[in-house]
């Protein structure tokens, strides 16, 4: 059994910077693909951003491209999302995913697809 913990979340002002780190138990992170999914009232739930499980492949949301970046430390099974330039649009609880068993090296963007969830931390972006 895997857990994940997220943290890093909370209240800023568009423009701003942000960083969620998502701290996992387990001697298997760097086997793990992982995932930035954030979920807004009333919409789907949605990936953000994925990266592999050695770290070389990422997958980014055409929304936050160029503004989020996602990476892994798999000494600390630790894996980030700095959040740069935030807008009110970014307000969402962000969930950390992982999957396990993954053979093929990329990212993994289907929710459905994950095994674990953190239980999510609250980012809100003020105009």
């Known amino acids: 059994q895997v857990q994940l913990v997220e943290s890093g979340g909370g209240l800023v002002q568009a423009g701003a910077s942000l960083r969620l780190s998502c701290a996992a138990s387990g001697r298997t992170f760097r086997s793990y693909a992982m995932g930035w999914f954030r979920q807004a009232p009333g919409k789907a739930r949605e990936c953000v951003a994925a990266?592999?499980?050695?770290?070389?492949?990422?997958y980014y949301a055409d929304s936050v491209k160029g503004r989020f970046t996602i990476s892994r430390d798999n000494a600390k099974n630790t894996v980030y999302l700095q959040m740069n330039s935030v807008k009110p649009e970014d307000t969402a609880v962000y969930f950390c995913?992982?999957?396990?068993?993954?053979?093929?090296?990329?990212?993994?963007?289907?929710?459905?697809?994950?095994?674990?969830w953190g239980q999510g931390t609250q980012v809100t972006v003020s105009s």
């Open positions: 995913a992982a999957r396990a068993g993954v053979v093929v090296d990329v990212p993994t963007t289907k929710p459905e697809q994950y095994n674990y």
């Open positions: 990266i592999s499980w050695s770290g070389g492949k990422t």
